[in-house]
T-cell receptor, first 115, second 109 residues
Framework: NAGVTQTPKFQVLKTGQSMTLQCAQD?????MSWYRQDPGMGLRLIHY???????DQGEVPNGYNVSRSTTEDFPLRLLSAAPSQTSVYFC??????????????FGPGTRLTVL | AQRVTQPEKLLSVFKGAPVELKCNYS??????LFWYVQYSRQRLQLLLR??SRESIKGFTADLNKGETSFHLKKPFAQEEDSAMYYC???????????FGQGTTLQVKP
């Protein structure tokens, strides 16, 4: 199993550009989520999904969109990139959602710089 | 509101010294708490969870509901313990995982 994969590993954007960060998992996990990691702020939840067709907002959803058309994929879209979105982005997945205590498996991260 | 607080950004100790990484939480209900670790150039990974009451790599963490804390402890630090440590709380309602700000542990030789 590849686990959780993310592409690209690095990306530089100009302000106003749009792009999609890809995330895929091959473990048949129901739960997937996106985090951003910033110095001094830790990991903050952007969006999450408890199954195909179901998504919800996390702590910092503004400026980001997600969709979950399949169990395997959970792309994160930046509609109009801003310098404040410069960060490292992590995708994670786990079995189950509500009422189940499960380990989250993380991808390697995408380092995004917005100029 | 659900919140996880790790008051120390950096904790620096010498090899063989005891380590305690602090974690406090705010949650209305029965919390599910975790410690995750990120070693240099590696993915974030689960270290331990409170429900298992286990010791991993010599680390333990006890849930103290009275003090709303879940501190991570190790009696004798090793250089290979140097990493970023995150405390996390899971909402039983939504399943989402909320992380603290993280603490960098630096173990000096």
């Amino acid at each position: 199993n590849a686990g959780v994969t993310q592409t690209p590993k690095f990306q530089v954007l100009k302000t106003g550009q749009s792009m999609t960060l890809q995330c895929a998992q091959d473990m048949n996990h129901e739960y997937m989520s996106w985090y951003r990691q910033d110095p001094g702020m830790g990991l903050r939840l952007i969006h999450y999904s408890v199954g195909a067709g179901i998504t919800d907002q996390g702590e910092v959803p503004n400026g980001y969109n997600v969709s979950r058309s399949t169990t395997e994929d959970f792309p994160l879209r930046l509609l109009s990139a801003a310098p404040s979105q410069t960060s490292v982005y992590f995708c994670a997945s786990s079995y189950g959602g509500q009422g189940r205590v499960n380990e989250q498996f993380f991808g390697p991260g995408t380092r995004l710089t917005v100029l | 509101a659900q919140r996880v607080t790790q008051p120390e950004k950096l904790l620096s100790v010498f090899k063989g010294a005891p380590v305690e990484l602090k974690c406090n939480y705010s949650y209305s209900g029965s919390p599910e708490l975790f410690w995750y670790v990120q070693y240099s150039r590696q993915r974030l990974q689960l270290l331990l969870r409170h429900i298992s009451r286990e010791s991993i790599k010599g680390f333990t963490a006890d849930l103290n509901k009275g003090e709303t804390s879940f501190h991570l402890k190790k009696p004798f630090a090793q250089e290979e313990d140097s990493a970023m440590y995150y405390c996390a709380l899971r909402s039983s309602n939504t399943g989402k995982l909320i992380f603290g700000q993280g603490t960098t542990l630096q173990v000096k030789p």
